[in-house]
């Protein structure tokens, strides 16, 4: 069933559903349709595809053997597997769904739950990665649900990724991404205040990066995040915004088995102040506005 023939279909193209479906095409796989909840953002995607935009979720379930999802939100989710009106599931007999975005766990278990319902199959394909892997097929790739529907997917799933992980059942792989996603954003808060604070010492900044680099102060955040911080290079690969509701999912996680997060917390609450000051479509290295001083005092000023 998924072998190049298969048709794919993708719902929720911006930055990564896009240059997932490029992918995908360029390896050979035929989209059969893209959708997405701003029209004119499926049109454009459409149109470089040289595929049909669906005017309805159902129109992609229907013409697709392979549904990719890649949406914002819980509630976004609920909405394309809604138990009502126009949904996914109106053409879900058949179909096996690959639901990559960043959700609550116990949302990706009720989705499995409405698609088995209705015939079909689902995994969640958690990504811990950013738009240039999208694109080139390296995604690094954690995956929730049925062992047995995992085995038929990972044809496709590898030419997406360069490493897949199989977590466990419906929920498993969005609780390790959730736990990924807070701690990568609690290493960029901590280089935004360390960088900062270093600022305001007079230090030079490309010698503190390249120290941190020889020291316990080293991290992956230090290589993607560091001279776009020193620099106020905030091009979005994984905004604030999403920053901001990734640590909220684990928050939440931990709230409900009595963990108490005082760093997640904190770094949430960056990020929320981050969104309260406009600035939520900035990438997460954006973070440093608010711990460089004379940054800070500008944001005051304005």
């Known amino acids: 069933m998924h072998g190049l023939e298969t048709r794919i279909g993708v719902v929720g193209v911006g930055r990564m559903g896009a240059n997932m479906a490029l992918r995908l095409r360029d390896v050979g796989y035929s989209i059969a349709r893209v959708y997405d909840a701003r029209s004119e953002t499926a049109n454009e995607v459409a ?9 309805t979720l159902a129109e992609v379930a229907r013409n697709s053997d392979v549904v990719i999802t890649v949406v914002s939100d819980d509630a976004a989710m609920e909405r394309i597997f809604a138990t009502e009106g126009d949904s996914l599931l109106d053409g879900a007999n058949g179909t096996l769904f690959v639901n990559c975005a960043t959700i609550s766990p116990d949302v990706h278990v009720e989705v499995q739950a409405r698609v088995e319902a209705r015939g079909g199959t689902s995994l969640e394909a958690c990504m811990a990665s950013s738009i240039p892997q999208a694109r080139d097929g390296t995604l690094y790739l954690m995956i929730g649900g049925r062992r047995e529907t ?63 680099a020889e020291t316990g102060a080293a991290s992956r955040v230090l290589e993607t995040d560091g001279a776009d911080m020193q620099q106020r290079e905030h091009d979005v690969y994984f905004s604030a915004a999403h920053a901001a509701k990734d640590s909220n999912i684990a928050l939440a996680l931990a ?29 997460k290295s954006g973070v440093a506005e608010l711990t460089f001083p004379a940054r800070a005092l500008q944001r005051v000023e304005k």
Not at 171 to 184: F, I, Q, T, Y
């Open 47 to 55: 149109s470089e595809l040289r595929v049909p935009a669906a005017a």
């Open 255 to 283: 709230r409900a088995h009595d963990v108490d997060l005082p760093l997640a917390a904190a770094t949430a609450r960056q990020y929320e102040r981050m969104i309260e000051l406009g600035l939520g479509e900035l990438d």
């Open 150 to 212: 995992f085995e038929r997917a990972r044809p496709l799933l590898e030419r997406l990724s360069k490493k897949l992980r199989y977590v466990g059942s419906a929920g498993e792989a969005a609780k390790v991404k959730a736990l990924v996603n807070m701690v990568m954003n609690i290493n960029t808060a901590g280089l935004a205040e360390g960088l900062g604070l270093g600022d305001a010492l007079g230090l030079d900044l490309t010698m503190l990066r390249e120290v941190f």
